[in-house]
């Protein structure tokens, strides 16, 4: 097949169905987006295998990577229990984003092309009329159906979990200010920002694990919309200077504000990769539908929480590539 307008070309797609039966009225395609990057695809790999393990449901994965990573991810698939689920490879061409992201040449290997895909969802997944986007530092612990079956209130293309009524919040963040706040990603002195009339203090929402109604996604154009957010901050620079979070987020605040639904907060309790993870209890953690490690720590790293939740569901790697780190350790070697 010809590559779409953005490069982003599907390179595999397993059809087979998975080796056990699924649940009589349950074959509905259920799409869940997810982005592999090489220096985190262990991550993507304990995600996807959470989901998969846990439902029987008829779940296809959209697996968004660059082209140099595709290798290593079809033999890590492909060698491990893995190899029953429904994937598709796509490769996400980074120059859909020239002009829309600022890139500092000092610190161009810290550019994440792939942290955007989540804003071509319509692209990725053309066919689709609801798909569930997860970032890969997450694993899912109930059926993935029940997300997928969120509620979107009419006219709304996405459903995300507010930063303000999350129970992660109110379990582990304490004096946060601004950080989970519109003016915690925006920068209210630039007139752009303050004619859009949006009040500074309303509540950010977590962009790493939402649902979208891909018709809605189309009519709205949000696609276009973020990207003109994107292209403008370039020239504006209309992000906060001490930007609370992913440099995702400003646009989708932009786009989306008073206009998304909720998801359940417990399929995205989050945190858990900054020290606030440490106040949760084993119950709540237990408790939680999806446990989400946004922060600096990553449970494949030395000093996340409850890391050892997260590595039961992680796959050693056949090529011996990617080590988790641990502290006990240096590496944990791919058995």
Same mark, same amino acid.
């Given at each position: ?18 080796? $056990? %039966? ?7 395609? !259920? ?8 220096? $985190? ?6 995600? @996807?295998? =959470? ?28 060698? #491990?229990? %893995? ?11 980074? $120059? ?5 992201? *600022?890139?500092?040449? *000092? ?13 071509? %969802? ?18 899912? *612990?109930?059926? !993935? ?52 009339? @949006? ?20 009519? *709205? ?8 957010? @994107? ?15 992913? !440099?995702? #987020? ?15 907060? @417990?399929?995205?309790? $989050?945190? %858990?990769?900054? =020290? ?28 996340? =929480? ?30």
């Amino acid at each position: 097949t010809d590559p779409s307008p953005l490069g982003l070309q599907p390179i595999d797609f397993i059809p087979a169905a998975p080796q $056990r %039966l699924t649940d009589e009225g349950n074959d509905k395609e !259920i799409s869940v987006v997810i982005a592999a990057s090489d220096e $985190r695809l262990g991550g993507a790999i304990a995600a @996807m295998n =959470s989901i998969y393990q846990h439902t029987r449901s008829n779940v296809v994965f959209h697996i968004v990577t660059l082209n140099d990573t595709v290798d290593h991810l079809r033999i890590w698939l492909g060698s #491990t229990p %893995l190899k029953n689920m429904r994937y598709r490879i796509l490769d996400f061409d980074p $120059r859909v984003l020239e002009g829309k992201v *600022q890139v500092d040449p *000092q610190k161009a290997d810290t550019f994440k092309p792939l942290t955007f895909a989540r804003f071509y %969802l319509p692209n990725l997944v053309p066919h689709a009329e609801k798909v569930i986007y997860v970032d890969d530092d997450v694993i899912v *612990q109930d059926d !993935i159906v029940e997300l997928y079956n969120t509620p979107l209130k009419p006219g709304h293309a996405a459903a995300f979990s507010d930063d303000c009524d999350s129970t992660s919040s109110k379990v582990a963040v304490r004096g946060a200010g601004n950080q989970y706040n519109y003016i915690g990603f925006l920068d209210y002195k630039k007139e752009t920002i303050r004619k859009l009339a @949006m009040k500074a203090n309303t509540c950010s929402f977590n962009p790493g694990v939402f649902v979208a109604n891909l018709t809605e996604w189309k009519l *709205q154009n949000i696609t276009k919309q973020l990207e003109k957010w @994107m292209a403008l901050n370039v020239v504006e620079e209309l992000y906060s200077k001490t930007l609370a979070g992913s !440099i995702t #987020t400003p646009p989708l605040l932009i786009v989306f504000y008073k206009q998304h639904s909720s998801i359940d907060p @417990m399929w995205n309790v $989050r945190h %858990l990769g900054s =020290s606030a993870g440490k106040r949760y209890s084993p119950q709540f953690v237990k408790a939680a539908k999806l446990l989400h490690w946004n922060g600096h720590f990553k449970p494949w790293g030395r000093t996340a =929480s409850y890391a050892e939740v997260w590595e039961k569901w992680y796959v050693p790697d056949p090529t011996g590539k990617f080590n988790l780190i641990r502290r006990h350790s240096e590496a944990y070697e791919a058995k």
